[in-house]
């Protein structure tokens, strides 16, 4: 999405597409929000050489992930030599010589300041692509945001019209679009048959480390009033994370306090973006935390963390 003051030309001030065709390394990039797909290119591009600051207008970055799970991130990506401005607003950016300075205001006090980058990655969002489609020929109904209306089984206002991915509400990732493209299918050979289970779509961060989550944060939890027991779980006590010199993050798990079942995972840490799917098939089961506790898992595997966090949920680990 664009930002008033900030003309995107995809050579200096880019988009997440023009940041992926960059000719070379910027001495200094600025990232305008703290959402996913800025922070996966930021880490690239950090690892490449870039001074990477990012510019985040509330006060916390990686928005939907469990807020203790943030924080070591931001914590993590600062050690790699990221800056963070937190709760400020950027006014605009001026050409200075062959580079930009980027305008900021801090919102706690007020103070305003430039931050020099020779490329300016804006990055707060995605808007639905349904301009010019045509669906204003046929009737098809958008929200003001310009999201295709459907009813819970993908069907627009026209019969045989049906609506999926990112052009619907919901987050936009393409397993999330594909798992709704399979039920939508079924629902138009089945009515009735096709179902998304929202509560079990996993979220990556892919950056290094990873980040990964499935299901209720703790603050979901709490704003609902629902009683739950943790269980977390670091890599720096599991073998195989230790073995290949990996071992910052961890594993947490969130489970229902009277049912133990569970209700949410959050990782970050080596290879979390494949670790996440073990979680995902439990809570699409249904399982307790015990139930992935007492399963057997492969030693020495950085899913052995999934297990002892498990553990720590339901009783208490066996390694830390």
């Given at each position: 999405?664009?930002?008033?003051?900030?003309?995107?030309?995809?050579?200096q001030?880019?988009?997440s597409?023009?940041?992926?065709e960059?000719?070379?390394?910027?001495?200094n990039?600025?990232?305008?929000?703290?959402?996913v797909?800025?922070?996966?290119?930021?880490s690239?591009?950090?690892?490449l050489?870039?001074k990477?600051?990012?510019?985040?207008?509330?006060?916390?970055?990686?928005?939907?992930?469990?807020?203790?799970?943030?924080?070591?991130f931001?914590?993590?990506?600062?050690?790699?030599?990221?800056?963070?401005?937190m709760?400020?607003?950027?006014?605009?950016?001026?050409?200075?010589g062959?580079?930009?300075k980027?305008?900021?205001?801090?919102?706690?006090?007020?103070?305003?300041?430039?931050i020099?980058?020779?490329?300016?990655?804006?990055?707060i969002?995605?808007?639905p692509?349904?301009?010019?489609?045509g669906?204003?020929?046929?009737?098809?109904?958008?929200?003001?945001?310009?999201?295709?209306?459907?009813?819970?089984?993908?069907?627009?206002?026209?019969?045989?019209?049906?609506?999926?991915?990112?052009?619907?509400?919901?987050?936009?990732?393409?397993h999330?679009?594909?798992?709704?493209?399979?039920?939508?299918?079924?629902?138009?050979?089945?009515?009735?048959?096709?179902?998304?289970?929202?509560?079990?779509i996993?979220?990556?961060?892919?950056?290094?480390?990873?980040?990964?989550?499935?299901?209720?944060?703790?603050?979901?939890?709490?704003?609902?009033?629902?009683?739950?027991?943790?269980?977390?779980?670091?890599?720096?006590?599991?073998?195989?994370?230790?073995?290949?010199?990996?071992?910052?993050?961890?594993?947490?798990?969130?489970?229902?306090?009277?049912?133990?079942?569970?209700?949410g995972?959050?990782?970050?840490?080596?290879?979390?973006?494949?670790?996440?799917?073990?979680?995902?098939?439990?809570?699409?089961?249904?399982?307790?935390s015990?139930?992935?506790?007492?399963?057997?898992?492969?030693?020495?595997?950085?899913?052995?963390?999934?297990?002892?966090?498990?553990?720590?949920?339901?009783?208490?680990p066996?390694?830390?």
């Amino acid at each position: 999405m664009p930002l008033p003051g900030l003309e995107i030309d995809e050579e200096q001030i880019v988009s997440s597409t023009g940041a992926l065709e960059l000719k070379k390394v910027p001495k200094n990039m600025v990232l305008v929000g703290g959402g996913v797909i800025g922070l996966e290119m930021g880490s690239v591009w950090s690892r490449l050489g870039a001074k990477v600051t990012v510019v985040e207008f509330t006060g916390a970055i990686a928005a939907g992930a469990d807020s203790e799970v943030a924080k070591e991130f931001q914590k993590t990506l600062k050690k790699q030599g990221f800056d963070f401005k937190m709760e400020t607003q950027v006014l605009g950016a001026t050409k200075s010589g062959d580079n930009y300075k980027v305008a900021v205001k801090d919102l706690k006090s007020g103070k305003e300041s430039e931050i020099d980058a020779d490329v300016v990655l804006v990055s707060i969002g995605r808007k639905p692509y349904t301009e010019d489609l045509g669906l204003e020929n046929v009737g098809v109904e958008t929200d003001k945001r310009g999201f295709i209306k459907t009813d819970g089984h993908w069907k627009t206002n026209i019969p045989n019209i049906y609506a999926i991915g990112d052009v619907t509400l919901g987050p936009m990732l393409a397993h999330k679009a594909e798992e709704e493209g399979q039920a939508a299918v079924e629902e138009i050979a089945s009515p009735g048959s096709g179902h998304v289970n929202y509560d079990a779509i996993p979220s990556v961060i892919y950056t290094d480390p990873e980040v990964a989550w499935v299901g209720k944060t703790e603050e979901q939890l709490k704003a609902d009033g629902v009683e739950y027991n943790v269980g977390k779980f670091p890599f720096l006590a599991n073998s195989r994370a230790k073995a290949n010199n990996t071992p910052a993050g961890f594993v947490k798990i969130l489970a229902e306090k009277e049912s133990d079942r569970v209700l949410g995972v959050h990782m970050i840490g080596p290879q979390v973006g494949e670790l996440i799917n073990e979680t995902v098939l439990a809570l699409e089961y249904g399982a307790s935390s015990e139930d992935i506790a007492r399963t057997c898992h492969a030693h020495p595997t950085l899913s052995e963390a999934i297990k002892e966090a498990a553990l720590a949920t339901h009783f208490k680990p066996i390694h830390f």
